[in-house]
């Protein structure tokens, strides 16, 4: 009897199992179906939302990523902290990085002197320089975000003349100190000596991203491989040690030339939706610093043939009566302006070095070879001291043209240096100091000669702008550096994006079967842990009877 009594429990037992498991899945499910995202619209994923088209979000948020990139240049090295919220989840959407700000809305960089390559052999400078920016960057980033931010330091124009050695010197103590004391992700290859072609098209990369020329938008299909490209923007930037000179060719164009590059900022390395080809140069020593010595070095070179006094010097590219003391070996020269600008540029023609050689039709600045296309009929930007000297300085604000510019160089240069001196004093030349001011006159010669001159652009009917700031934001090159080099991180958000929406087809398709309102979701999932509940207790209670009667068998 006792045997039979305790088969019976066995089984009502094993029904019972059964029967909880079915509870503990409506359990479940009733669940999912009350955090589901079509209970909280706000939730859904934004590439669920019907008619959602790409807009650039700028908010801040607790989900924010982050990024940095160290420009370690000639006079010194400064820190560009950058954030973006989550990737969208569309292959042809880039990250919408924007610079990081303060709660007072102020944008965090961090500078500090001198450069890198000043500090050979001091590998305790280097690493204090180190500590104070990143110390900086600690206080800015939320401590959460720390590991998952990735750190660039990319050295310019004054690590390029070191030798190799040298190089490596500074980097390796870089590399060997960051990791040690801070947690965020810089594995040696984030800290590199970066070539002037390369920061070329970092900065054609951030004019064009800031200018809106990279966001074609999603396609009905979800793809971008079927929308043109917008038209971008060709870059001129001139430096005080180098200029560079970067625009987008057709695809169709011969790219058999070794100044243009093929750059992809998709994160697909086959997504052809943001793949471009460059032309890009740079002209090392041929920025206005650069210039300007040579400039004065041929002016006592010529003093010396002729035979004349080398106690004093006139300059038609210095403003009339400006001066200035410059020393020649052991000895100081004065130079005085005459502020002709038509004898300025004549003389600074033959410094454009237009004689080398050309293997082709078309040749710039050292013979480096232009390809066969109107490309000046593109639109062109200009940065650095083509906006300070020509909108700053000579107030060419609009509509450029050659004449333009020289009728406005030729009465700023002609000036009294006395009258000049006074404008900047009540802020008509903003806050430059008067030294750079002087050299305006120099700087508008060198550029029209670059400009027209080296680089073969018309003198009028050219689509011409120059700005350092793109709506409200300081054009940096740093931003272009980033958005190519993290190409690649939105991979992560697209696999969790991956994840979710799977998820939430699964949702659509128990749905399919079984639709319940929030309420009616509610009632279900309490239900069902009351049957979960009892069905635990009948079990308990049911073991028990098994146990005492096994122990009367």
């Known amino acids: 009897m006792a045997v039979k009594v305790t088969l019976q429990l066995i089984l009502k037992w094993k029904y019972l199992r059964y029967l909880a498991v079915v509870f503990i899945f409506f359990t479940i499910v009733s669940w999912l179906l009350l955090i589901s995202p079509s209970h909280h619209p706000s939730l859904a994923p934004q590439f669920d939302r019907p008619g959602h088209r790409f807009q650039p979000r700028r908010q801040h948020g607790k989900n924010d990523h982050y990024g940095m990139v160290i420009d370690a240049g000639s006079s010194g090295s400064r820190l560009y902290i950058y954030r973006w919220p989550p990737h969208s989840g569309r292959r042809g959407e880039l990250l919408q990085i924007q610079p990081a700000t303060n709660d007072r809305k102020v944008i965090l960089v961090k500078r500090i002197s001198p450069g890198l390559a000043t500090l050979l052999n001091q590998p305790s400078k280097i690493m204090n320089q180190m500590k104070e920016l990143l110390d900086f960057a600690k206080e800015a980033i939320p401590v959460e975000k720390h590991r998952e931010t990735v750190l660039y330091l990319l050295a310019t124009a004054g690590m390029r003349l070191l030798s190799v050695n040298d190089q490596n010197f500074i980097l390796n103590t870089i590399r060997q100190y960051v990791p040690k004391h801070f947690p965020f992700h810089f594995p040696a290859s984030h800290a590199c000596v970066i070539s002037g072609k390369l920061e070329g098209i970092y900065s054609w990369i951030a004019v064009n991203y800031m200018l809106g020329r990279f966001s074609h938008g999603p396609s009905p299909n979800n793809t971008t491989t079927d929308i043109p490209h917008l038209p971008t923007v060709g870059i001129l930037e001139m430096g005080g040690f180098s200029t560079q000179l970067a625009f987008e060719l057709p695809s169709t164009h011969d790219t058999s030339s070794s100044s243009l590059i093929e750059i992809n900022l998709g994160c697909d390395a086959h997504d052809t939706s943001h793949q471009y080809f ?276």
């Open 278 to 553: 460059v032309f890009v140069s740079t002209f090392l020593k041929h920025g206005t610093n650069m210039v300007r010595q040579r400039y004065v070095s041929r002016l006592i070179m010529q003093l010396k043939k002729e035979n004349k006094s080398l106690s004093w010097i006139r300059d038609p590219c210095l403003p009339f009566r400006a001066s200035e003391v410059i020393t020649h070996g052991q000895k100081d020269i004065k130079v005085t302006g005459s502020g002709n600008f038509e004898y300025c540029r004549s003389s600074v023609l033959p410094l454009l070095n237009m004689t080398s050689y050309c293997r082709t039709k078309l040749c710039t600045i050292n013979g480096i070879a232009l390809p066969e296309y109107a490309f000046w009929a593109n639109e062109f930007w200009g940065l650095s001291a083509y906006y300070y000297t020509l909108e700053r300085t000579l107030k060419i604000e609009n509509n450029y043209s050659f004449e333009k510019l020289k009728a406005r160089a030729a009465t700023f240069c002609s000036r009294p240096w006395q009258s000049i001196a006074k404008d900047h004093a009540i802020g008509r030349y903003g806050n430059v100091n008067q030294n750079i001011l002087k050299h305006q006159c120099f700087k508008a010669a060198w550029i029209s000669a670059v400009l027209h001159d080296g680089h073969h652009f018309p003198k009028k009917d050219l689509n011409f702008k120059f700005s350092n700031l793109i709506k409200g934001r300081v054009v940096q090159w740093t931003l272009g550096a980033l958005l190519h080099r993290a190409r690649f991180l939105p991979l992560r958000d697209m696999q969790q994006h991956s994840i979710s929406k799977s998820f939430s087809r699964l949702q659509n398709k128990w749905k399919a079967f079984i639709v319940f309102r929030e309420w009616e979701a509610k009632i279900v999932f309490v239900i069902c842990l009351l049957a979960v509940v009892l069905t635990v207790i009948i079990y308990g209670r049911s073991l028990q009877k098994v146990k005492k009667n096994w122990i009367l068998f």
